[in-house]
């Protein structure tokens, strides 16, 4: 009923930049929030950033002023603008969406994640 699509990922070197996209699909009757999660090999998932309906954004301590979170709410989509960045900034990373299918019907939503590798 509802996707979320990740895009953006790949390989860059230290220092560098890459863009994420995630765009929800489906039967969405409103967001409440949207956000990005990372995954590094053995370790847990944990949250980078979030932005919500209002577009207030929440980060990661590790990330802040090097990553940014925007959306574009038409068009129900989430970016994160990532530079500056690091070898331990290699993870998969996934979106996620609070959203609501029906009004009484609210719950959370996963990408299938997109790989960021940050090596030399």
């Known amino acids: 009923q509802v996707q979320l699509v990740e895009s953006g990922g790949g390989l860059v070197q230290p220092g560098g930049s890459l863009r994420l996209s995630c765009a929800a699909s489906?039967?969405?009757?409103?967001?409440?929030?949207m956000g990005w999660y990372r995954q590094a090999p053995g370790k847990e998932r944990e949250l980078v950033a979030t932005?919500?309906?209002?577009?207030?954004?929440d980060y990661a301590d590790s990330v802040k002023g090097r990553f940014t979170i925007s959306r574009d709410s038409a068009a129900n989509t989430v970016y994160l603008q990532m530079n500056s960045l690091k070898f331990e900034d290699t993870a998969v990373y996934y979106c996620?969406?609070?959203?609501?299918?029906?009004?009484?019907?609210?719950?959370?939503?996963w990408g299938q994640g997109t790989q960021v590798t940050v090596s030399s």
């Open positions: 489906g039967r969405i009757f409103s967001i409440n929030a």
């Open positions: 996620a969406a609070d959203l609501r299918i029906a009004v009484l019907k609210r719950n959370n939503y």
């Open positions: 932005i919500t309906s209002g577009g207030a954004t």
